[in-house]
């Protein structure tokens, strides 16, 4: 079954600084999501990439997809503390959009002030 | 609110006891998820409804646990005989597009933390 690793596990950042996780999986990526979760909140839909190299930014943020590495790059610049959180990467279980989506275990990231 | 929503927040149970935990989609959004979520671990799978329509309920982890999604809308997660180890986050989420089309995004509600004592 896939299995999507991602790293690090966590992360503490100076407000300002820029900082990136990565998500790698075991079996070929179809498409990614990346969300975020916030205590006591849902996960918030951040992006989707659908085909390899593709990249999409929103605010300060931007993710990328590398399919021949099998892997998902989120990178977050000048960070604030509004950014804190867990992110997580999922996808397609069944690499065909069935809807059973598997997610990696999350980066738990905290900027300091 | 526009989001999905999901009812109670909180379950607290003995155990042996059944647990309904429900789910409000977005209106109009045709395809609903549900997964559990253990604390440190990302979301698990547990089935999925296009419609009303139950398609996958691979993730369910025995027959204690069941869907239904009876109208295509509001859709019941129930566990009977509740045991310790279901204790966990249940999160719902919807998707307008129907699964198996394509990516489609998939909005999460709050979800539900059960307790089973």
């Known amino acids: 079954s896939q299995e999507l690793e991602q790293s690090p596990q966590s992360l503490i950042v100076q407000e300002g600084k820029n900082l990136t996780i990565n998500c790698t999986s075991s079996?070929?990526?179809?498409?990614l999501y990346w969300y975020k979760q916030k205590y006591g909140e849902g996960l918030i839909f951040l992006m989707m990439?659908?085909?390899?190299?593709e990249e999409k930014s929103h605010e300060k943020i931007t993710a990328k997809l590398d399919e021949k590495k099998q892997q998902s790059s989120l990178h977050i610049t000048a960070s604030q503390p509004s950014h804190a959180g867990i992110y997580l990467c999922?996808?397609?279980?069944?690499?065909?959009?069935?809807?059973?989506?598997?997610f990696g275990k999350g980066t738990k990231l905290s900027v300091k002030p | 609110g526009a989001g999905v929503s999901q009812s109670p927040r909180y379950k607290v149970t003995k155990r042996g006891q059944d647990v309904a935990l429900r789910c409000d989609p977005i209106?109009?959004?045709?395809?609903l998820y549900w997964y559990r979520q253990a604390l440190g671990q990302g979301p698990e799978f547990l089935t999925y409804?296009?419609?009303?329509?139950?398609?996958?309920k691979s993730g369910l982890p025995n027959d204690r646990f069941s869907a239904e999604r009876p109208e295509g809308s509001i859709s019941t997660l129930t566990i009977q005989r509740t045991e310790q180890r279901d204790s966990a986050m249940y999160r719902c989420?919807?998707?307008?597009?129907?699964?198996?089309?394509?990516?489609?995004?998939?909005?999460f509600g709050p979800g539900t933390r059960l307790t089973v004592l």
């Open positions: 989420a919807s998707s307008l597009g129907i699964s198996g089309s394509g990516m489609n995004e998939q909005f």
């Open positions: 079996k070929t990526l179809y498409g």
């Open positions: 990439l659908q085909k390899g190299g």
């Open positions: 999922g996808a397609d279980g069944h690499g065909g959009s069935q809807g059973n989506l598997i």
């Open positions: 209106s109009g959004h045709v395809s």
């Open positions: 409804f296009n419609y009303e329509a139950q398609q996958d």
